[in-house]
């Protein structure tokens, strides 16, 4: 599932760093490591990067 055009550009406003603190934001409390790591995954899935390394 890809994200509305406004919830891309939205998600572009509000990006920070690092990105375990922009997801935390982006769902409005503070994910566990085990939502963090999947979310990370699934990025790099979804991008065709590798997902290793911490961001």
Do not use: N, W
């Not at 509000?14 to 934001?25: A, E, G, N, R, W």
């Amino acid at each position: 599932m890809r994200p509305a055009a406004g919830h891309r550009a939205d998600g572009q406003r509000h990006h920070t760093q690092p990105i375990k603190s922009f997801y935390d934001l982006l769902v409005g409390r503070t994910l566990t490591e085990q939502e963090q790591e999947r979310l990370d995954r699934c990025f790099h899935v979804a991008t065709g990067g590798t997902g290793s390394g911490p961001h």
